[in-house]
């Protein structure tokens, strides 16, 4: 087929770039004094936004390095991309809680946030693991990277 053929089903740089995103989201909808309804909607509907740009994207180089993307070419890398969208499903899920009211608008945040950073913490702590084998140095790595991923998302946060 071409450029992009050989694409994992299961993309965890899409996995790990989804938790970035999301807890990126859910930290500037909380400063900007949105409601619960108005965060759930926007982080549900930006991650599906970035998920359709990424297969978007993939589809056009493709394209662009002269070949014409087969159907199933972009079933795969729609599969590929979709962790970008299930990062999100447990905050986004906790948001939706405060939206229905079992919670106020500030827990559902800190809850989103939490699960968003918990979910940096485990992508190190599993990168950790599958490269080390061993719990300390994984458990490092995971401190590690969730302290690097929370860095980008400082940085997110600050430029917009």
């Known amino acids: 087929m071409g450029p992009g053929d050989s694409r994992p089903e299961f993309d965890y740089a899409a996995a790990v770039y989804g938790s970035v995103l999301v807890t990126a989201l859910v930290g500037a909808a909380f400063e900007a004094q949105l409601d619960a309804r108005t965060m759930t909607l926007t982080l549900l509907t930006t991650i599906l936004v970035f998920w359709l740009a990424h297969v978007w994207s993939e589809v056009m180089g ?12 972009v079933r795969r890398v729609a599969v590929s991309e979709w962790p970008v969208v299930e990062a999100g499903f447990v905050p986004d899920a906790l948001l939706a809680l405060a939206w229905a009211g079992v919670y106020s608008r500030d827990t559902g ?10 979910q940096l913490g485990a992508w190190g702590f599993a990168a950790g693991w599958r490269t080390q084998h061993r719990p300390v140095p994984a458990i490092v790595t995971g401190v590690v990277d969730c302290a690097f991923g929370l860095a980008i998302v400082g940085l997110e946060v600050a430029i917009h």
């Open 62 to 73: 493709v394209r662009l390095a002269g070949t014409i993307p087969r159907w199933r070419h």
């Open 109 to 118: 945040a800190e809850l989103a946030m939490i699960a968003a950073v918990l």
